[in-house]
């Protein structure tokens, strides 16, 4: 596993290609003069997500995170899930006395999630179940609890997590071992090569 940046993705793209820009010319979005950047860009971001799918197909844990974690407190009820979050796999408390309270998953918009949601928060007493939902807000995603806990808790959470688009910046990287960034090469140059050229 290893990081490699946007920059070096393209530039080895380039290289199939036969069509080598400098590194500074690499992070301008137009410059090329038969594949752009930009299409460089997109079709990586393209081959990134087709070898995340196949490879979750084959192995389903492989982008799995463990023991990832969130403190709640008995004032809030909205937490800011890991930055690469795409679906939560395990939830549990953490919390020494407090890992028998249930963790029961029901949607946001059921009348048993709103019914509880509205509830007013009760000083002093610690919920037995704890009703969450995972929403997406302004691309973050979150965990939101109908229900206060009553006391601060740590949650310990596994999640997939996905691959984050790459950009044109000398800064971005992506963590993908020998294998996956041969196949996104190899993917994204294909892809470019099946299109006439601009």
């Known amino acids: 596993m290893g ?12 290289w199939n290609l ?8 690499i992070l301008v ?5 038969q594949w752009t950047n930009e299409q460089i860009l997109e079709a990586l971001n393209k081959a990134k997500d087709d070898a995340w ?14 023991g990832a974690t969130v403190s709640i407190t008995a004032a809030t009820k909205e937490y800011d899930l890991a930055a690469a ?3 939560l796999k395990g939830l549990r408390i953490t919390t020494s006395g407090y890992e028998g309270i249930g963790l029961r998953r ?3 918009d059921t009348t048993e999630f709103q019914d509880t949601d509205a ?3 009760q000083t002093g007493s610690i919920a037995s179940e704890l009703i969450y939902c995972v929403i997406e807000t302004g691309g ?13 808790l740590t949650l310990a959470y596994d999640y997939i997590r996905y691959l984050s688009d790459m950009t044109l910046s000398d800064t971005g990287t992506i963590d993908v071992n020998d294998e996956i960034r041969r196949f996104i090469e190899a993917s994204a140059t294909e892809s470019l090569l099946a299109v006439t050229p601009t």
């Open 140 to 152: 973050t995603s979150r965990i939101k609890f109908a229900n206060f806990p009553g006391t601060a």
């Open 119 to 121: 509830l007013p928060r």
């Open 106 to 108: 029901v949607e946001q």
């Open 3 to 14: 990081s490699i940046s946007s920059q070096t993705y393209i530039k080895r793209v380039r």
């Open 18 to 25: 036969g069509e080598t820009l400098s590194d500074a010319d």
């Open 29 to 33: 979005p137009n410059l090329g003069s």
């Open 53 to 66: 799918d196949i490879i979750r197909e084959a192995r389903e844990d492989y982008f799995q995170v463990t």
């Open 85 to 87: 979050f795409r679906q």
